[in-house]
Each structure stands twice: as C-alpha cells, then as structure tokens.
C-alpha cells in the first residue's frame, strides 16, 4: 500500500480534490475532521479538564472559541496539540489496517508538513493556487473576513517552504486541468 499525502493551504482546494480520490474508490482519511470528532468524542473529557466546559456551549466544542483561545495562548496550543496529534495519528493507523488491502490512500491534512505527519507518507502532493484566489474562495465557503483569512493563513507554512518538501504539486486554478494532473500523478504512482 502506498500512502499519499494531500496537503496544501486553507482553501487551496484539498477538500474538493479529496472527493474526486473517493469518487474513485480510493480510501481517504480527513485529519481535520477526525481531529474534530475525536475532540467531541474521546478526548473531550480532557478538554473539558484543561480548558473549562465554556468550551462545549450546547455540549458540543465551539471550534470559533477555542480557535480563538489557541490564537493566543501558546501553551494552549501546545496542550491541545499534544492531545489531538497522538489520537489523529493511532486513528490513522486504525484506517490503514481496516483498508490494509487498498493499493492507495489518502491521507488529508492542511498542516502535514508543520507536524511532520508527512514522514510517514510515501508521497505528498501539495495543492496550490494563488493567494488572492484562496482569499476569495475561503470568504466565500465560510461567509468570514478577509482579516480572519489572513490570520488563519498566518498559522501555516507558505507555499515555498512546503514545495521544497512536496513530491508533486498541482496548481488548482482551473479544476478541470487540477484533475487532469491528479489523473496523471496516479497514473505514474500506481505504474
Ligand atoms: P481547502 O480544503 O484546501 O480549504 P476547498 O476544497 O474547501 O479548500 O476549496 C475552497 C473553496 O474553493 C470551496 O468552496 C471550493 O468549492 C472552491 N474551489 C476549489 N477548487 C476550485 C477551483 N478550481 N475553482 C473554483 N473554486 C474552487
């Protein structure tokens, strides 16, 4: 089995270029939303411990306030990275085994390379668009502020740094010509 990483910046277009991977049998694995599931779920109680229950208004994780708690509290940030991270990844392996015998997967993740997660990925490809365009698309998709793009930009590795790391990179302008080269990516990986 080969393991593929697909990363690549807030709205750079992960999430859409994983669907086309599912709509095409391929197994895939979203960090985010495990992550999240898990902090509703098993590790909620240890949230709840460290941080205070304002944190689960209505009995479910108000992901707004604890951005903003994370934002700027470094230790905080820490705490619940040491919480999520080890649970993300023993989920992780869980996935692998139950599809252990898919030929690929697809492990999703928007800060793969800051964690490191991308050690344990046979290839990574990056998805790139232009900043001004991930801009737009994320004001659109999340009905925010430029401002609070921008500031959850902030907190993720720019593009160069993540290219220099990347197998393959697909430029997600146009998604018809994304997926052409996501075609000929698989072509090659699955050869
Ligand atoms: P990410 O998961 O990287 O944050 P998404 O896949 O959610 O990004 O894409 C961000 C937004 O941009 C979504 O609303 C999506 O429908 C839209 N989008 C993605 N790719 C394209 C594209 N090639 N052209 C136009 N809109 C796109």
Known sequence: MKII?????IGSGKS???AWFR???IPCFESDIVGKQLLNGQLKQDVIDYFGPELYPNDALDTKRMAQLVFQDKEALEKLNNLVHPAVGKA???FVEKNKNAQIVV???AILFETGAYKSCDFVILVYAPLEKRIS???QRDGVKRAEVLARMSKQWDDNKKSAL???V?????????IEQLEAILKKLLA
């Open 16 to 18: 859409t270029l994983l």
């Open 5 to 9: 990483g697909l990363t690549g910046g």
């Open 107 to 109: 492990k999703e993740a």
């Open 137 to 139: 698309r994320v004001i």
């Open 166 to 168: 990347a197998d393959f």
């Open 170 to 178: 697909i430029e997600n302008d146009s998604l018809e010509l994304a």
């Open 92 to 94: 992780f392996k869980d």
């Open 23 to 25: 709509s095409n049998g």
